[in-house]
């Protein structure tokens, strides 16, 4: 693997480890990472330079994150080409990527699996469960990646990356980090402490997070009652380097909100006189994940192993009450998702460098429901969310392969076959179900290095989405004043994914441009049944119908106009037309108006920056039905905003530094498309951090 990277050209630190995770701490450590900010794992599963890979990427640094301190990690990729970021609550949020989203974008924490069984194909609050302040880096691959990463990655693919820690290779060392925040727009702060340290062959690292966001003003000076949450977190990491070749790696993470309200739920959307519950809390909502990696490097017939062992348990437990209803549920959630993955790297002589493996995942959802008379408190079980025992298990083996037949052209392709055993179990309701699709999904990647600045590089992919059990067996209350039924059914989603695009790269501008096409097929549709309950609710199931065809155009430039002034802009249109199977075409779902970025960097010394920026997005009136009929989108559009800010870092003496940032100046009053509450209105965000 270290002899691929110095064939594309790229320099490490020599103590850089090779995985699926980034580099780490100590503040000289952190410094030196921070400027290999070229080099990404997740496109081809091993670490290479991005220029030279033909994937369309986005890398998101820690001190990006630091610096925004984001409520969820998707805040961070605003404005970043082919990105959209939407929210239906505080505490949660998701990244729309080249107009999919949900469980249609396959989501990873150190590349383990953040998607589970009842991961919603719609926005959804899991990702809101994973610290910000825990990560090192963010990487984005847009387009459909089936042969490395398999169900689910249709859209793209996103990886969370923690920071590993230097053993074996430097002398011993201690580092302890402070970090707090604040925003004026909800009394919001944030709190992050952390210390690590390595002797010899040993490193560990601890910390601790709290966050706490009251009601959100938004623009114009309104207060949104209630919107207001709390997390808490703690995480660490051991790493242990067992002989010049080889290293293992245990770690923890836990994050709890302890109640979290649905804004759009309990505030009246678009078309509604009043709002659609009186209570609709996620209480508790919890993820707990444990992850051991074995590495070796340099075996008899492969460069790299890597077997990794992880368990992650998400709770989504609820408490809700329908609009003047004397009943209240509460609802209990649970999804085991228990996960091995093995892989190998191996450079041939001939020249291709070979990447092969594979996944086993088993995740068991339990699901409990309790109604309760608030006159006078009488409890009964009723129908639980989910059929209670279900099961996702899934089977993959991949192939790629990356080859250079000359100097001015790259080839990498890959195969995967997966196999899935889906059950659902048995309810008062439906008896049990059991499915077991599979599938044989690729992609074939090409680059053509027409100098050593400029690439042109075209992809072309296959990617599918097998049923979950949120798609076969959702029981019960969904928003949008709907009622939702099983579908056993049900068959997998598939999407065949092509762009093109262009990547410049010299001393002074970095520029990427890229033009996608995405047909979509037998997409998972919640579909009205023509009945209504007995509380007015609509009924709906899902089914395979519609037929999606997806194109755009998406495109971002740095360019440095002198040793200290840099600037950057960001563009992305992206257009959707869904299909049903009478004929009928319509706006697809959710598709982001036009949109993006410009900014302005300008270092005033070595120790102070200044940035500007502005996010803006242009009026987004084409909509589906279901858009027009989803409270939290206006059925007369989504109005186009700008948004104008400013920003300043200090790097001081002692380890200090401190941000400074003025949001929104202009106090604009707006809402993202697409999202359940309005935008933030003017801020004041401050923040100090202090390693020592």
Same mark, same amino acid.
Do not use: C
């Given at each position: 693997?270290?002899?691929?990277?110095?064939?594309?050209?790229?320099?490490?630190?020599? !103590?850089?480890?090779?995985?699926?995770?980034?580099?780490?701490?100590?503040?000289?450590?952190?410094?030196?990472?921070?400027?290999?900010?070229?080099?990404?794992?997740?496109?081809?599963?091993?670490?290479?330079?991005?220029?030279?890979?033909?994937?369309?990427?986005?890398?998101?640094?820690?001190?990006?994150?630091? &610096?925004?301190?984001?409520?969820?990690?998707?805040?961070?990729?605003?404005?970043?080409?082919?990105?959209? !970021?939407?929210?239906?609550?505080?505490?949660?949020?998701?990244?729309?990527?080249?107009?999919?989203?949900?469980?249609?974008?396959?989501?990873?924490?150190?590349?383990?699996?953040?998607?589970?069984?009842?991961?919603?194909?719609?926005?959804?609050?899991?990702?809101?469960?994973?610290?910000?302040?825990?990560?090192?880096?963010?990487?984005?691959?847009?387009?459909?990646?089936?042969?490395?990463?398999?169900?689910?990655?249709?859209?793209?693919?996103?990886?969370?990356?923690?920071?590993?820690?230097?053993?074996?290779?430097?002398?011993?060392?201690?580092?302890?980090?402070?970090?707090?925040?604040?925003?004026?727009?909800?009394?919001?702060?944030?709190?992050?402490?952390?210390?690590?340290?390595?002797?010899?062959?040993?490193?560990?690292?601890?910390?601790?997070?709290? %966050?706490?966001?009251?009601?959100?003003?938004?623009?114009?000076?309104?207060?949104?009652?209630?919107?207001?949450?709390?997390?808490?977190?703690?995480?660490?990491?051991?790493?242990?380097?067992?002989?010049?070749?080889?290293?293992?790696?245990?770690?923890?993470?836990?994050?709890?909100?302890?109640?979290?309200?649905?804004?759009?739920?309990?505030?009246?959307?678009?078309?509604?006189?009043?709002?659609?519950?009186?209570?609709?809390? !996620?209480?508790?909502?919890?993820?707990?994940?444990?992850?051991?990696?074995?590495?070796?490097?340099?075996?008899?017939?492969?460069?790299?192993?890597?077997?990794?062992?992880?368990?992650?348990?998400?709770?989504?437990?609820?408490?809700?009450?329908?609009?003047?209803?004397?009943?209240?549920?509460?609802?209990?959630?649970?999804?085991? %998702?228990?996960?091995?993955?093995?892989?190998?790297?191996?450079?041939?002589?001939?020249?291709?460098?070979?990447?092969?493996?594979?996944?086993?995942?088993?995740?068991?959802?339990?699901?409990?429901?309790?109604?309760?008379?608030?006159?006078?408190?009488?409890?009964?079980?009723?129908?639980?969310?989910?059929?209670?025992?279900?099961?996702?298990?899934?089977?993959?083996?991949?192939?790629?392969?990356?080859?250079?037949?000359?100097?001015?052209?790259?080839?990498?392709?890959?195969?995967?076959?997966?196999?899935?055993?889906?059950?659902?179990? &048995?309810?008062?309701?439906?008896?049990?179900?059991?499915?077991?699709?599979?599938?044989?999904?690729?992609?074939?990647?090409?680059?053509?290095?027409?100098?050593?600045?400029?690439?042109?590089?075209?992809?072309?992919?296959?990617?599918?989405?097998?049923?979950?059990?949120?798609?076969?067996?959702?029981?019960? *209350?969904? *928003?949008?004043?709907?009622?939702?039924?099983?579908?056993?059914?049900?068959?997998?989603?598939?999407?065949?994914?092509?762009?093109?695009?262009?990547?410049?790269?010299?001393?002074?501008?970095?520029?990427?441009?890229?033009?996608?096409?995405?047909?979509?097929?037998?997409?998972?549709?919640?579909?009205?049944?023509?009945?209504?309950?007995?509380?007015?609710?609509?009924?709906?199931?899902?089914?395979?119908?519609?037929?999606?065809?997806?194109?755009?155009?998406?495109?971002?430039?740095?360019?440095?106009?002198?040793?200290?002034?840099?600037?950057?802009?960001?563009?992305?249109?992206?257009?959707?037309?869904?299909?049903?199977?009478?004929?009928?075409?319509?706006?697809?779902?959710?598709?982001?108006?036009?949109?993006?970025?410009?900014?302005?960097?300008?270092?005033?010394?070595?120790?102070?920056?200044?940035?500007?920026?502005?996010?803006? &997005?242009?009026?987004?009136?084409?909509?589906?039905?279901?858009?027009?009929?989803?409270?939290?989108?206006?059925?007369?559009?989504?109005?186009?905003?700008?948004?104008?800010?400013?920003?300043?870092?200090?790097?001081?003496?002692?380890?200090?530094?401190?941000?400074?940032?003025?949001?929104?100046?202009?106090?604009?009053?707006?809402?993202?498309?697409?999202?359940?509450?309005?935008?933030?209105?003017?801020?004041?965000?401050?923040?100090?951090?202090?390693? !020592?």
């Amino acid at each position: 693997m270290i002899k691929a990277l110095k064939r594309a050209g790229v320099s490490l630190p020599p !103590f850089f480890l090779i995985g699926l995770t980034a580099p780490t701490l100590a503040d000289d450590f952190q410094q030196e990472a921070s400027r290999q900010e070229h080099v990404q794992v997740t496109a081809t599963r091993r670490a290479a330079d991005e220029f030279d890979v033909s994937a369309a990427t986005n890398l998101v640094a820690s001190d990006d994150i630091e &610096a925004q301190n984001p409520d969820v990690l998707a805040e961070v990729l605003r404005g970043l080409p082919g990105l959209w !970021f939407q929210q239906t609550t505080p505490g949660q949020g998701i990244p729309i990527i080249r107009g999919l989203k949900g469980s249609q974008v396959l989501h990873l924490v150190d590349g383990m699996r953040l998607n589970n069984a009842f991961f919603r194909n719609a926005p959804n609050q899991y990702l809101g469960l994973v610290d910000p302040q825990v990560s090192q880096s963010i990487e984005v691959v847009r387009g459909a990646s089936g042969a490395l990463y398999g169900s689910d990655a249709m859209g793209g693919v996103l990886n969370i990356i923690t920071a590993d820690l230097p053993v074996g290779d430097r002398d011993s060392f201690r580092e302890s980090r402070f970090y707090a925040a604040y925003d004026s727009v909800d009394s919001g702060l944030t709190g992050r402490a952390e210390t690590s340290a390595v002797s010899g062959d040993n490193g560990i690292r601890l910390g601790v997070t709290y %966050l706490e966001r009251n009601n959100r003003e938004t623009g114009s000076g309104q207060s949104l009652v209630p919107s207001g949450f709390r997390s808490r977190a703690m995480d660490g990491k051991y790493i242990r380097q067992l002989d010049e070749a080889s290293d293992f790696m245990l770690s923890l993470q836990v994050l709890e909100q302890p109640s979290t309200p649905r804004v759009d739920e309990l505030t009246a959307g678009f078309g509604q006189d009043i709002p659609a519950s009186d209570e609709f809390y !996620f209480e508790p909502n919890e993820r707990r994940f444990v992850h051991a990696r074995y590495r070796r490097e340099s075996g008899s017939w492969y460069d790299q192993l890597s077997v990794n062992l992880a368990r992650q348990i998400i709770d989504d437990d609820r408490r809700t009450r329908d609009r003047d209803s004397a009943n209240r549920r509460l609802e209990q959630n649970r999804s085991t %998702l228990d996960a091995l993955t093995v892989q190998f790297d191996r450079e041939l002589a001939a020249g291709p460098i070979l990447t092969w493996g594979f996944e086993l995942y088993q995740d068991e959802v339990r699901s409990a429901r309790q109604q309760i008379d608030i006159g006078n408190g009488t409890r009964e079980s009723t129908r639980s969310r989910f059929p209670d025992r279900s099961h996702l298990d899934s089977f993959a083996a991949y192939l790629s392969s990356d080859w250079r037949p000359s100097e001015r052209f790259d080839i990498s392709a890959g195969l995967r076959y997966s196999r899935f055993d889906i059950g659902l179990a &048995a309810t008062g309701d439906s008896s049990a179900a059991r499915l077991k699709p599979d599938d044989v999904t690729g992609d074939l990647h090409l680059v053509w290095f027409v100098d050593a600045n400029t690439h042109l590089v075209a992809n072309i992919g296959r990617g599918f989405r097998a049923p979950n059990i949120f798609d076969l067996g959702t029981l019960g *209350p969904r *928003p949008g004043n709907r009622f939702n039924v099983a579908n056993p059914s049900l068959g997998p989603e598939s999407v065949w994914s092509y762009d093109f695009g262009v990547k410049h790269r010299d001393g002074s501008l970095e520029l990427e441009a890229y033009a996608f096409y995405m047909d979509y097929s037998d997409k998972i549709t919640s579909v009205l049944t023509g009945e209504v309950t007995q509380s007015g609710r609509s009924v709906v199931r899902a089914e395979n119908l519609n037929d999606v065809t997806l194109y755009g155009l998406e495109a971002g430039l740095r360019w440095s106009a002198g040793p200290r002034l840099e600037f950057d802009a960001t563009l992305n249109l992206t257009r959707g037309t869904e299909r049903s199977m009478d004929g009928l075409r319509e706006s697809a779902d959710r598709i982001p108006p036009l949109n993006g970025r410009i900014g302005m960097s300008y270092s005033i010394s070595d120790d102070l920056q200044l940035e500007s920026w502005l996010l803006f &997005a242009a009026r987004q009136d084409r909509l589906s039905n279901r858009d027009i009929d989803d409270p939290r989108i206006n059925p007369a559009g989504s109005a186009g905003w700008g948004t104008l800010n400013l920003g300043f870092r200090w790097t001081l003496d002692d380890g200090y530094r401190l941000g400074l940032a003025l949001e929104n100046l202009g106090d604009k009053a707006y809402r993202e498309h697409a999202s359940g509450i309005d935008a933030a209105g003017r801020n004041l965000a401050v923040f100090i951090s202090r390693s !020592f």
